[in-house]
């Protein structure tokens, strides 16, 4: 049974950081594509950061510079640093893993809201 658990989510002034976590169970992260996407209200789910089992990252567009993905194999946890934080980052997170057989699975998420 693949779990995917996200923490961290809160409330930050603009210009702040956070540090979210996802710990997997049923999976190893190190050998698994791992992916941060993130939600707002009315908008669709768009990939924020990815993490490849060989340890390439690639990020979107809007988050570059500013936010971090890596992982922990021992913790078997998938982070995402959060630096610089805007108002327009407010969403809801989530961890994915999307290549694990035929399957893919999501975290519950963890809401992120950035103002003042």
């Known amino acids: 049974q693949v779990q995917l658990v996200e923490s961290g989510g809160g409330l930050v002034q603009p210009g702040g950081s956070l540090r979210l976590s996802c710990v997997a169970s049923?999976?190893?992260?190190?050998?698994?594509?791992m992916n941060w996407y993130r939600q707002a209200p009315g908008k669709q789910r768009e990939l924020v950061a990815g993490i490849s089992s060989g340890g390439g990252t690639n990020y979107g567009d809007s988050v570059k510079g500013r936010f971090l993905i890596s992982r922990d194999n021992a913790k078997n946890t998938v982070y995402l640093q959060m630096n610089s934080l805007k108002p327009e980052d407010t969403a809801v997170y989530y961890c994915?893993?999307?290549?694990?057989?035929?399957?893919?699975?999501w975290g519950q998420g963890t809401q992120v809201t950035v103002s003042s």
């Open positions: 049923g999976i190893r992260v190190r050998a698994n594509t």
């Open positions: 994915n893993a999307p290549f694990v057989g035929l399957n893919s699975y």
